[in-house]
């Protein structure tokens, strides 16, 4: 069972990404205040949950969270500060995004940039602990594999709505036959 806050305050965020191991696509990232109440009941790290389900939860997670933003870093931003601090600016984006300003920011992982003005605290596989962190992990992950399914219409070859950008061997494949676009991220070994 997820935990409802680490702090014992109303309005800890948690924070996530999404798409930091990709060969294509922008990284994302969520932040999510969650009323203490809120417990749906497949909520947990968007990697163990099915597309449906994390769907589902998405549509709650809008509907009854007490504020949440979803923002991206781009595959230039990730080229010119590499993946992850862009990872960390996307996760600053989305808390500047927030209707409500958070009292503390719950963030899986390890590492963090800090917050200029709010405290923050790492907690490492946070999204299979923390409800907020789980939620941020949901929201992530699928805005995300949202704008990977609207390139892959754009760019067909890559299985993007498929692999989500990831290097799968078919991805691998695509580049190797057609060469990188602009989405790809060119600091990284993409064959």
């Known amino acids: 069972m997820l935990l409802a ?27 999510v205040i ?14 163990q949950m099915t597309a449906r ?13 007490i504020a949440w ?3 991206e870093a781009s595959p230039d931003e990730i080229a010119s500060i590499n993946i992850a601090q862009a990872s960390y600016l996307a996760m600053h984006r989305a808390v ?3 209707s409500q300003v958070p009292t503390h920011l719950l963030v899986d992982g390890n590492r963090f940039r800090p917050h200029p003005t709010l405290p923050h605290t790492c907690i490492i596989g946070g999204d ?7 939620a941020a992990s949901v ?4 805005f995300r594999d949202d704008r990977m399914c609207e390139l892959a219409a754009e760019y067909p070859y890559y299985g993007w709505e498929q692999n989500a950008g990831y290097p799968t061997v078919q991805h691998r494949a695509a ?13 990284f070994r993409l064959l």
């Open 128 to 134: 299979g602990l923390y409800r907020s962190i789980a």
């Open 53 to 65: 389900r994390r769907e589902l939860v998405r549509t709650e997670i809008c509907q009854e969270a």
């Open 139 to 142: 929201l992530a992950k699928t």
């Open 175 to 187: 580049i190797r036959d057609h060469g990188p676009t602009e989405h790809h991220r060119m600091g």
């Open 96 to 98: 500047e995004k927030l």
């Open 34 to 47: 969650l009323p203490p109440d809120f417990a749906p009941q497949f909520l947990n790290d968007s990697k």
């Open 69 to 71: 933003a979803v923002a």
């Open 5 to 31: 806050t680490y702090t014992g305050q109303p309005l800890e965020a948690g924070l996530d990404e999404a798409g930091r191991g990709c060969l294509a696509g922008p990284v994302f990232a969520a932040a």
